[in-house]
C-alpha cells in the first residue's frame, strides 16, 4: 500500500458487489469496514510493525483460501492476516474467516464481525462464498491452536479436515502461511476454561501481567507458494488426512525457516 493511498481510497478499489448503500449481498458494510480498517492500519503499520512476505502468491482475483497456523491467545493473527490482504494487495482484498461460535453468540461483535465480512463456520456459507470466488482465511487448528502457551508458540497442534474437504470440491487453491510473533505479543502463561464457559468463550488466556492485552512486538506474516489438490471431497479419511499433513509439513516449514532467521536477525 502506499502510505499516501488512504484507506477510504482503498475501499473503492475493494472488488466486492457493494450496492447504492455500500452493502455487498452478504451484510459486508463498507462504512463498518473502514472503521475497522483505520484502526488496524494503526496497529499493523505502527503498533505491531508487521512484515508480510509472498503476498504476491495470492490471487489477484478469483477463489483462493489462505490457510495457516494460530499463534496468540486472541485473534491477532487473523486480524493481522485479513488487514495484510487490505493493505498489501493491488487490488486489495477482503480476507473473510469463520468466527468463534462464542462471537457469533455476542451482540455487537457479532454484527461488527458479520459486517466485516466474517462469518459463522457454516461449511454451506463458506462453499457458496468460494463458488463467488470470494477469498477465505482459514486456522485449521481452531481455538485449540490460540490455547497454546508460550513455550508452545511454535507448535502446531491437530489440524481439522474440513477446509481440505471444501477446497476440493470447490476447486480452491491453498496458500499455506505462518504466522509468527503472536505467541510473544499475547505470551499466555494459562488459560481459565472454568472462567471461559461462565464467560461463553473456549477459554480466558492469562499473561504474566494477567491481561490478554498484545505488546508492541514485531509481527511476520509469511505467505507460501499454492498449493492444488485434486480430487471431489468425497474421498476416504486417509486420503483428505493425507492432504491435510502436506499443508500442515508447508505451514511448519515455513514456521521454522522464518523463526531461525528471525533469531539470526537479531
Not at 462504512?31 to 505491531?48: G, N
Not at 512484515?51 to 489462505?66: F, Q
Amino acid at each position: 500500500m502506499k502510505q499516501s493511498e488512504s484507506v477510504k481510497e482503498r475501499l473503492e478499489r475493494l472488488e466486492l458487489p457493494f450496492n447504492a448503500y455500500g452493502v455487498d449481498p452478504y451484510g459486508v458494510s463498507k462504512w463498518h469496514l473502514r472503521v475497522i480498517f483505520e484502526a488496524m492500519s494503526f496497529f499493523y503499520r505502527s503498533y505491531f510493525r508487521v512484515r508480510c512476505h509472498g503476498i504476491e502468491h495470492i490471487p489477484a482475483r478469483g477463489r483462493a483460501m489462505v490457510v495457516g497456523n494460530h499463534s496468540g491467545g486472541v485473534a491477532v493473527d487473523g486480524a493481522m492476516v485479513v488487514t495484510s490482504c487490505f493493505l498489501e494487495m493491488a487490488p486489495p482484498r477482503l480476507a473473510q474467516g469463520m468466527a468463534e461460535k462464542f462471537i457469533a453468540a455476542t451482540p455487537v461483535a457479532s454484527t461488527w464481525a458479520s459486517r466485516c465480512g466474517q462469518f459463522p463456520g457454516l461449511p454451506e456459507l463458506a462453499a457458496r462464498l468460494l463458488e463467488e470466488d470470494r477469498l477465505l482465511m482459514i486456522f485449521p487448528e481452531g481455538a485449540r491452536g490460540t490455547a497454546k502457551l508460550y513455550p508452545q508458540r511454535y507448535d502446531l497442534v491437530d489440524f481439522g479436515t474440513g477446509f481440505m474437504r471444501l477446497a476440493l470440491k470447490t476447486r480452491t487453491p491453498i496458500i499455506p502461511f505462518g504466522f509468527l510473533g503472536g505467541g510473544a505479543a499475547i505470551p499466555t502463561v494459562a488459560n481459565l476454561y472454568g472462567l471461559g464457559k461462565v464467560l461463553g468463550m473456549p477459554y480466558v488466556p492469562v499473561t504474566p501481567y494477567v491481561l490478554p492485552l498484545p505488546l508492541p512486538v514485531p509481527l511476520e506474516i509469511h505467505y507460501g507458494e499454492p498449493m492444488v489438490f485434486e480430487g471431489t471431497g468425497n474421498e476416504e479419511d486417509t486420503v483428505i488426512q493425507g492432504y491435510v499433513e502436506q499443508v500442515k509439513e508447508r505451514i511448519a516449514g515455513i514456521i521454522e525457516q522464518r523463526r531461525h532467521e528471525r533469531w539470526e536477525g537479531r
